[in-house]
């Protein structure tokens, strides 16, 4: 079973629509968790750590389930600009590594 | 201030070939990190180095190795190159060891024939 699991989209949106996708992750031990936004042929870029609380970052929520182990995005008012692959990213506490998820893609159309 | 740089930015070799890359971290960053992604998936940790030392080994073979230098800049090496190397290999900084705070270079792409 894979650490990350993602549904890979694709999520094709108008402008304005709101868009969610989840991902869920198999290590209990999980500590952090983040989503990176990667735009095609790019480096991933951190979009938001994602707290027990859940979060917001202006049109973007992002919320955490620790018991069912799944990790939210959400995407309000879409924006052209906002067409990317996200990855949900997990880390757990003294381990090294980032375990990334294999990316939903999102495109918005005009 | 800088980013993570790495170098090249494109590489194409042969099977059986080497290659070596290499890392810049951000200024005060003393830990890097080496990913590869393939294709249509996530990048896969393969080393983590902090302060010149090994602290984490992904699941790759022996063919890799890497190295961290004393101004905290690293090298990735990959010997006897296969077709499935080909890839983008992607370095990230952070302060400490760990997960966190991790911030990723813009890749080198590997293309091997």
């Known amino acids: 079973r894979k650490e990350v699991e993602q549904d890979p989209g694709p999520f094709n949106v108008p402008e304005g629509a709101t868009v969610a996708f989840n991902c869920t992750y198999s290590n209990s031990a999980s500590q952090s968790f983040f989503w990176y936004r990667q735009d095609c042929r790019k480096e991933p870029k951190l979009l938001m750590s994602v707290y027990s609380s859940g979060n917001e970052d202006g049109r973007f929520t992002a919320q955490l389930n620790r018991a069912s182990q799944y990790i939210s995005l959400l995407i309000r008012d879409s924006k052209l600009s906002d067409s990317a692959t996200y990855l949900c990213?997990?880390?757990?506490?003294?381990?090294?590594?980032?375990?990334f998820g294999a990316g939903t893609t999102v495109t918005v159309r005009a | 201030d800088a980013g993570v740089t790495q170098s090249p930015t494109h590489l194409i070799k042969t099977r059986g070939q080497q290659v070596t890359l290499r890392c810049s971290p951000i200024s005060g960053h003393k830990s890097v990190s080496w990913y590869q992604q393939v294709l249509g998936q996530g990048p896969q940790f393969i080393f983590q180095y902090y302060e010149k030392e090994e602290r984490g080994r992904g699941n790759f073979p022996d063919r890799f190795s890497a190295r961290q230098f004393p101004n905290y800049s690293s090298e990735l090496n990959v010997n006897a190159l296969l077709l499935g190397d080909s890839a983008l290999y992607l370095c990230a900084s952070s302060l400490q060891t760990g997960g966190d705070g991790q911030f990723f270079g813009p890749g080198t792409r590997l293309t091997v024939l």
């Open positions: 990213v997990v880390n757990s506490l003294n381990d090294y590594k980032l375990s």
